[in-house]
C-alpha cells in the first residue's frame, strides 16, 4: 500500500486537486481526494510543492522492436519481404531491454502502443504496452490496431519491381485484403454452423477480421492529404473504423476527418522534413484539428524521434497555439481513448491502473524534471 501525499494533482479528466493525495494498493488507485485517510502501514511519498499526473502515453512507437544503439540487429519492426503482413505481432519481437524503455520511464511515459510497419500495406498488429519489466508477454496490455501504410513508403517496399509501385497499387492491396477478410468472416460463420464448412486457418485473415468485427481500427499511415482521403474512401466503403497517424496534412482536409469522426495521432511535431510528402508539415495542425472538433493524440514516433521528447511534443503545440490542458490531454487521456484503453489509463481517478508521475514543475516545462515513476504502482523510476 501506498500513498502519494500533499501534491498538485493534475487528473485531466477532474480539475486540478490542490494539496491532494492518492492511496495505491493493488497496483490501483484505491482512492484519490484531498481528504484521504493514510493507513498506519501504507509507504508514503510526500509530493509536497510537486505535480502529480497520470503516467504519459505514446499512441505509436516502435519501441521495443528497432532498438537504440544496434543498428540491423535491432530493426524488429519491418518485414520486408511482403507487402501484406497484418499477422505481425509485436509481442513476438519486443525487447524489454531496450535502453529506449529505461529512456521513457526517466520521461514519465509509461505505456506506449508499440506498431510494426510503416512500409507494408499491412505492417502487422499494433499492441499496447506498459514500459517496465523483464518478459514482454507481462508487459503486454491488449491488441489495439492494425497497421496499414500509405503513401511514399508504401510503394517503394519492393522498389518499384513488385505490387505496390503506385499508390494505386497500395489501395488495390488495401481493398482486395478487406474484401478478402470479409468473405473469409462469412465462412467462419457458415464453418460455425457446419463444421465441414470451416475455412482452412489463415493468420493474415484472422488479423483482418478483427478489423472488419470492428473489434480495433486500422492506424493508417498517411502523410499527405490525398492520401488521408483515400484511407477515408475505403474504410467508409467496407465499413471499418480507422485512426490516421502521422497526418502532416491532416490540416487541410480537417472537416473531412470530423465529418467521419476519425482520431489521428500527430507527429512527430519534431520532425524535420526528411521525404517529398512530408514537405508540408504544420507545427500548427494540432491546433487546427483540436479547433475542428478532431481528438488528436501526439508521438514521437519513436525512434525517429526520442520517447523521451514526448512532453516536449506537447509544448511546442502549446506554443503553437494548443491549450495547455489539450496538450496535455494529447498524451494521456485522449492516447488512452484512441488506444481503446482509457478505462485503465490515461487520467487520475479510482479504478485506474496506478501509472502515475511526479515532477518538480509542470510537465510542459522545459526544465521539469521526473522526480518518480510509478507503472502498476509500483516505483519503476526514481531521480
Known amino acids: 500500500m501506498l500513498v502519494i501525499k500533499n501534491g498538485k494533482l493534475l487528473t485531466i479528466t477532474n480539475g486540478v486537486i490542490e494539496n491532494g493525495a492518492i492511496l495505491i494498493e493493488n497496483g490501483k488507485i484505491k482512492e484519490i ?17 510537486k505535480y502529480v499526473l497520470p503516467g504519459l502515453i505514446d499512441a505509436h512507437t516502435n519501441i521495443g522492436l528497432k532498438e537504440g544503439g544496434i543498428r540491423w540487429e535491432g530493426a524488429d519492426h519491418i518485414e520486408q519481404t511482403e507487402a501484406v503482413v497484418p499477422q505481425l505481432r509485436p509481442v513476438d519481437g519486443f525487447n524489454p531491454l531496450d535502453v529506449a524503455l529505461k529512456e521513457a520511464r526517466e520521461a514519465g511515459v509509461t505505456v506506449s502502443n508499440v506498431t510494426p510497419g510503416d512500409v507494408n500495406v499491412f505492417g502487422g498488429i499494433g499492441s ?5 519489466g523483464y518478459l514482454a508477454d507481462e508487459m503486454y496490455i491488449t491488441d489495439t490496431c492494425v497497421k496499414v501504410a500509405l503513401g511514399e513508403n508504401a510503394k517503394n517496399i519492393f522498389g518499384g519491381k513488385k505490387i505496390p509501385s503506385t499508390r494505386m497499387g497500395t ?24 463444421d465441414s464448412k470451416m475455412p482452412k486457418r489463415d493468420l493474415k485473415m ?18 499527405r492529404a490525398d492520401d488521408i482521403m483515400t484511407a477515408i474512401r475505403i474504410t467508409n466503403e467496407f465499413n471499418v473504423n480507422m485512426v490516421l497517424v502521422h497526418a502532416y496534412e491532416a490540416y487541410k482536409v480537417a472537416k473531412y476527418l470530423k465529418k467521419y469522426k476519425i482520431s489521428v495521432v500527430f507527429g512527430s511535431i519534431w520532425s524535420a522534413r526528411w521525404q517529398v510528402e512530408t514537405a508540408n508539415l504544420n507545427m500548427a495542425t494540432p491546433k487546427i484539428l483540436v479547433d475542428e472538433g478532431v481528438k488528436i493524440a501526439l508521438t514521437t514516433t519513436h525512434p525517429n524521434q526520442p520517447i523521451y521528447l514526448l512532453p516536449m511534443c506537447a509544448a511546442l503545440a502549446v506554443r503553437e497555439g494548443l491549450s495547455m490542458q489539450e496538450a496535455l490531454k494529447s498524451i494521456t487521456i485522449n492516447a488512452a481513448e484512441i488506444m481503446g484503453l482509457s ?17 518538480d514543475n509542470h510537465p510542459l516545462q522545459l526544465m521539469s524534471k521526473v522526480e518518480y515513476t510509478l507503472i502498476n504502482g509500483e516505483i519503476v523510476y526514481k531521480s
Do not use: C, Q, W
Open 128 to 132: 499496447a504496452f506498459k514500459l517496465a
Open 343 to 359: 478505462n485503465r489509463i490515461g487520467s487520475l481517478e479510482t479504478g485506474k491502473d496506478a501509472d502515475i508521475v511526479i515532477m
Open 206 to 223: 484472422e488479423a483482418l477480421v478483427r478489423v472488419i468485427k470492428k473489434e480495433v481500427p486500422l492506424h493508417i499511415h498517411a502523410h
Open 171 to 194: 489501395a488495390a492491396l488495401l481493398r482486395e485484403n478487406l474484401l478478402k477478410a470479409s468473405n473469409y468472416l462469412k465462412k467462419l460463420k457458415k464453418g460455425k454452423e457446419d
Open 33 to 49: 481526494g484531498k481528504n484521504v485517510t493514510i493507513p498506519k502501514n501504507a509507504k508514503v511519498i510526500d509530493a509536497s510543492g
